[in-house]
């Protein structure tokens, strides 16, 4: 059996030199080889193909038969190491805190140990709700989140 830390090698040395970096590896039964990557300006399919072929060529398929998969972390997706707040910069980001509250806002910077993130709050004006940044910032621990997501804003 292949294993995962061949694998992650193999994927340390595709991406050395670039600002890309392996989220998720995992080697399933059967050799099924599965590499999830993000990158601080994304990842283009073009990458995910290039990482793909220098695995796979790395790799004797004689030996042993495998089946390998590379994506992209997708943006629906949860932020799930410290570097990917880096693609956030600027960009809105909902936090899902331990106390059960929810702060939605623009990602100003990070740290090792917090965020700054300048807070969107819902004002309303008669019948009507506007979303709307404060100009307040506010900086929240690391340790008091659950969660942390990437919006999408159209």
């Keep these: 059996?292949?294993?995962?830390?061949?694998?992650?090698?193999?994927?340390?040395?595709a991406v050395k030199g670039?600002?890309?970096f392996a989220v998720e590896i995992s080697v399933g039964a059967n050799n099924n080889i599965s590499v999830t990557i993000d990158g601080e300006q994304g990842v283009n399919i073009g990458q995910c193909?290039?990482?793909?072929?220098?695995?796979?060529?790395?790799l004797d398929r004689e030996t042993e038969d495998f089946s390998l998969g590379v994506?992209?972390?997708?943006?629906?997706?949860?932020?799930?190491?410290?570097?990917?707040?880096?693609?956030y910069i600027d960009k809105t980001i909902e936090l899902h805190l331990n106390d059960g509250t929810v702060k939605r806002g623009i990602l100003e910077s990070f740290s090792d140990s917090n965020l700054i993130v300048m807070e969107e709050v819902v004002k309303k004006s008669g019948r009507k709700s506007k979303k709307m940044l404060v100009g307040d910032s506010i900086e929240i621990s690391l340790s008091d989140i659950k969660l942390a997501?990437?919006?999408?804003?159209?």
């Design 1 to 13: 059996m292949i294993s995962n830390t061949k694998i992650k090698s193999l994927v340390e040395q």
């Design 18 to 20: 670039t600002s890309l």
């Design 49 to 58: 193909v290039e990482i793909s072929r220098f695995i796979e060529g790395n």
């Design 71 to 87: 994506s992209s972390y997708g943006i629906e997706k949860p932020i799930v190491l410290h570097r990917q707040y880096n693609k």
């Design 149 to 154: 997501k990437g919006i999408i804003i159209f």
